[in-house]
């Protein structure tokens, strides 16, 4: 709509300038300001009567001699072109007759393609650099071959590599061996033989020196003695802790005997629990019946004060709930059927009001301009024409028909003569017109004013009868929602009032009454059981001969949880007591079988390990002394086995000394080398390694030159094969061009170069030379070229003809000015074309262009304030509510950092503000893109809103409109739109996850999700 505006709004301003400034480009002004000229030149206009003839005849005269000096510059300028084409070609032509020249010299030439050329000079290069590299090649394999002659192979030390590898790696053990290993290993010997000795001497004590093999003890009957002697040592240890066992139990029955004699009498209190049991179900009854009775006292206070704060009801509490009142459906269509009364009939005065604002402000308006002048409209001069053409028709009626209209003309002058009262019309209208055009804006504007005004008039005679209906409806309104109590007998207010009444008294102290009755009835159970177990408590006291306090449940209770508590533990003790003894003489009977047992198991290892002394006399008798002895003798047969393995690895060492000094014997025999003696065995041994390192240094270098000679091979025959290509193709090509050698051959590369650069220069200097002649033939302008008998003049003779054409020129230029003046002289003095015909022609289309253009001013000026009119009062009714509706939702969807939205206007331009929490007014470029699509989702939001509440609904669909929202926003987003679900159906699609996780969250009714994959 503000775009239709703007657009009407410009062109109102292209149409029109209200001020008429000199020289305005408004299209009214332009057409107003050419017809006033156009006028003037009508009055200024006149026509000649001279003799035209004659001056048709200059005319015919003028045109011939134009015709000839147009023929004579053109045969000027042909001469000047041919004059400028050979100053032209003057420089090319010598340069293409010493070309062809050259062609002629060099006779008949063998040509050769480009390609050819470069080919030929890239094998006689390619020759030269194969000659020199087969040179170089033979060179290098010449002195390869005296290398390796140089170098003499050894092939006996070659073949025994991996024995001297060996012998090499063998002496550092055989060293090793030799003189370490093997003199440590005969010390250990005879340290173990020592303190093999001490530790037979150990054993046997003062008795004679045996022999290891005399104490020798086989291996399994050393595990089983070391068996026996552990097993008799824990068969005393479980005897030692069995005999303490039996004692500790004996004491413990002693002590279970003397506490059970010492307990007393128990009596049977099962029935006096079970009464107590039920009492402590039953819960402190007596904070319970106080606790009723205030809430009976609170519950009286409550109603009552209920019933004394309203003023619609005078009756008691108990007649209350018993009024005849109508039900809720009733009163909420009555109070909706007010609420539209009242809003319809506050419509109607603010619309009233409105109107009535509008109508005084057009009439202040209306008496404004008529202040400074009388402003004729659009109307009032179409009546004044009518009334014009009537008093023309009148005129010629009257004056040529000779018709006698007397009571026309007496209708139409009212008394006054015929022709007065037309020429006063005539003149009012043309009075009218020119006010109209001169002040055409404040006659727009008193038109638009009248115009409103009329239409505020007619609306606001509507509007008074629609109250009238209104008040009319209130009355019938009233009658029946009064006949609805009739029965209540209460004084009935407002359906409003009614309902609050029924909401906040009616209810609650019916309510309140139900919850009374309730409580009282809860109050006579709980005295009755209270009352009931005071009873049976007495009667259970007298049984056990207690003494109760009077009257108090809680007291009663307390003194008989005491007694039984009582008996319960002297009946608990006793059963444990009993329990305990029978269980200790059971242990004392197991017990004692199990001392019995151990007993003997000491016997049966004493009489075992008397048997093994038999066999070995030597083991001390004592089985504490004889298990360290056992393990003195391991300890003596462990050094036997290690002397024993000292001795096998010290003969196995001597052997292998004894390989390597026969290997190397060997070695050196075979080598033609004398064998040191073992002192110098290491420097032999490395002696022989280098005579092997340089052996195979030399095996290594020889193979490395023939290598090299088996390549630089290759390579020769490979640029001998090359050389032979080469030099065929080069025969080829010297047969060819008939040379007998390769300079010949470079000599008739020139020459075919220099030919065809001659005939390429030819063709370009023939084409130069034909652009330049103005595409004349070559033969042509050779021809012209030679009859120039001094060409050095050419440049005189070009300037000479280029000052008479400028001349020729000159003068035909006055020629035609003066034919034009002539023109229009002649013109001017026909019947047919005179300037003030035609001035006055232009005067008419310039008047219609002002009509036509007059009216679309008013048309567009008209609509123009009529659509603004109608924007602002849309905006007056509609804003307010929307920007509300937007404010709210935008304060949700933003997480309540901004406040409100309010509209602002600029050069009559609304724009939109919101108001942030802590930095003040944003407008919508200062947001970021998340906040401005929430804003634009809440303008939304809230136009959806408005129609839901005055149209019918229509589902709403959205896709992917959360995309730059955070978590928290999105999930206030889902909440407004779960809210708006409820009044429409909402469809939402997305590949969000999170938002289909949110949605499920949602409550009270999660989102229903449907995955379009699975719906394909």
């Keep these: 709509m503000h775009n239709l505006l703007s657009g009407l709004d410009s062109r109102s301003r292209d149409l029109l300038d209200p001020s008429f400034r000199t020289h305005s480009a408004k299209l009214l002004n332009k057409h107003w300001a050419e017809f006033l000229n156009a006028e003037k030149k009508i009055r200024e206009g006149s026509l000649g009567a001279q003799d035209w003839d004659q001056k048709r005849q200059d005319i015919f005269v003028l045109e011939a001699e134009i015709k000839q000096v147009r023929k004579e510059r053109y045969e000027l300028e042909r001469g000047l072109e041919k004059i400028q084409r050979l100053k032209r ?22 040509v050769l393609e480009d390609d050819e050329e470069s080919r030929i000079e890239a094998m006689i290069t390619e020759h030269n650099d194969l000659e020199l590299q087969i040179a170089r090649v033979q060179k290098h394999v010449q002195q390869l071959r005296a290398k390796r002659e140089e170098l003499v192979p050894q092939p006996d030390v070659l073949a025994r590599e991996a024995a001297i590898q060996k012998i090499n790696q063998g002496l550092t053990q055989y060293e090793t061996r030799r003189y370490v290993e093997l003199p440590k290993l005969r010390q250990n010997q005879s340290e173990c033989e020592d303190d093999m000795a001490f530790r037979i001497k150990d054993l046997m004590g003062e008795g004679p020196v045996v022999s290891v093999d005399m104490l020798r003890i086989p291996f399994s009957d050393m595990e089983n003695v070391k068996q026996l002697i552990k097993q008799r040592e824990e068969a005393l240890a479980r005897l030692n802790i069995q005999e303490q066992r039996h004692h500790e139990l004996l004491g413990q029955r002693n002590d279970a005997q003397w506490e059970l004699r010492h307990i007393g009498a128990v009596e049977n209190v099962s029935e006096l629990r079970k009464l107590l049991d039920q009492i402590r179900l039953a819960g402190n009854l007596e904070d319970m019946i106080a606790q009723k009775e205030a809430d009976i006292t609170l519950q009286q206070r409550s109603l009552q004060q209920i019933l004394t704060r309203q003023s619609v009801y005078s009756g008691d509490l108990n007649t209350m709930e018993h009024l005849i009142v109508p039900l809720d459906a009733t009163i909420d269509y009555f109070h909706q059927e007010w609420n539209s009364i009242r809003e319809r009939h506050r419509e109607q005065k603010q619309k009233r009001q409105q109107l009535e604002d509008e109508i005084a402000a057009c009439e202040r308006e209306l008496e404004a301009l008529e202040l400074q002048g009388y402003v004729p409209i659009e109307s009032e001069l179409t009546e004044t024409r009518r009334l014009r053409d009537q008093g023309w028709d009148l005129l010629k009626r009257h004056w040529l028909d000779r018709e006698d209209l007397g009571n026309e003309i007496m209708t139409y002058a009212q008394g006054t003569p015929l022709e007065e009262v037309f020429e006063h019309y005539m003149r009012r209208a043309d009075d009218m017109a020119d006010s109209l055009r001169a002040q055409a804006d404040k006659s727009a504007k008193r038109a638009l004013l009248l115009l409103n005004k009329s239409q505020n008039e007619n609306q606001r005679q509507q509007v008074l009868e629609r109250l009238q209906e209104i008040q009319q409806e209130v009355t019938m309104f009233k009658k029946e929602w009064t006949d609805q109590w009739a029965d209540s007998g209460i004084d009935v207010k407002r359906p409003a009032d009614m309902k609050e009444w029924l909401a906040t008294v009616y209810r609650p102290v019916v309510l309140g009454l139900n919850t009374l009755r309730s409580i009282e009835q809860d109050l006579k159970r709980l005295i009755s059981r209270r009352d009931g177990f005071l009873r049976d408590l007495r009667e259970k006291a007298r049984k056990y001969q207690l003494t109760l306090p009077e009257n108090s449940l809680k007291a009663q209770t307390e003194v008989c949880e005491d007694y039984v508590k009582e008996m319960e533990d002297r009946q608990r003790d006793a059963e444990r007591l009993r329990r305990d003894l029978v269980e200790l003489d059971r242990r004392l009977e197991k017990d004692q079988e199990m ?16 048997e093994w002394r038999q066999r070995y006399p030597f083991v001390p008798q004592d089985y504490r002394i004889a298990s360290p ?25 001597e052997a292998e000394c004894r390989v390597f000094e026969e290997n190397s014997h060997q070695m050196a025999l075979a080598l033609h080398e004398v064998m040191p003696d073992f002192s110098q065995m290491a420097m032999w041994v490395s002696r022989i390694r280098q005579r092997l390192e340089l052996a195979k240094d030399i095996d290594t270098k020889r193979q490395q030159l023939a290598d090299q000679l088996e390549e630089q091979e290759e390579e020769l025959s490979e640029f001998r094969q090359k050389a032979e290509d080469v030099n065929h193709t080069l025969r080829q090509y010297l047969a060819r061009c008939h040379c007998s050698e390769i300079d010949e051959l470079r000599q008739c590369i020139k020459v075919s170069r220099m030919f065809k650069e001659a005939r390429q220069a030819q063709g370009q200097l023939e084409q130069n030379i034909r652009q330049a002649g103005d595409g004349l033939p070559l033969t042509e302008l050779e021809k012209e070229f030679a009859q120039v008998e001094h060409p050095e003049e050419l440049t005189l003779k070009a300037e000479e003809l280029r000052a008479d054409v400028e001349k020729m020129m000159v003068q035909e230029e006055e020629y035609k000015q003066k034919l034009q003046e002539m023109k229009i002289q002649f013109q001017s003095l026909s019947g047919d074309q005179t300037l003030a015909a035609e001035a006055a022609q232009g005067a008419q289309y310039h008047l219609a262009e002002i009509d036509r253009l007059w009216t679309e001013y008013l048309r567009v000026e008209l609509a123009r304030r009529l659509l603004q009119r109608a924007i602002e009062t849309y905006r007056q009714q509609n804003e307010s509510s929307i920007i509300e509706q937007a404010s709210d939702f935008f304060r ?28 003040g007014k944003r407008r919508v470029g200062q947001m970021s893109d998340g906040t401005r699509d929430q804003l634009y989702l809440a303008l939304r939001l809230a136009f959806i809103n408005q129609h839901l509440a005055n149209g019918e609904p229509l589902p709403l669909i959205m896709d992917d409109i959360l995309v730059h929202f955070d978590d928290e926003r999105t999930q206030a987003t889902l909440e407004v739109l779960n809210e708006l679900a409820s009044r429409t159906q909402i469809l939402y699609f997305t590949h969000h996850q999170l938002v289909v996780d949110l949605g499920l969250q949602l409550r009270p009714r999660p989102a229903a999700v449907h995955y379009l994959a699975q719906l394909v």
């Design 89 to 110: 070609v003057q420089t090319m032509l010598p340069e293409l007759y010493a070309v062809r020249q050259q062609l002629r010299e060099l006779g008949a030439v063998i």
């Design 595 to 610: 001392l019995d047992r151990c007993g003997q198991e000491v016997a049966d290892l004493e009489e075992a390990w008397n």
């Design 629 to 653: 002895y056992l393990h003195k003798l391991e300890e003596l047969f462990q050094w036997e086995q290690n002397k024993q393995e000292i001795a096998r690895e010290i003969r196995e060492k």
């Design 892 to 919: 949700r969807l933003t997480l309540n950092h901004y406040e409100q939205l309010t509209v602002e206007y600029e050069n009559n331009i609304p724009y939109l503000e919101a108001r942030h929490r802590t930095e």
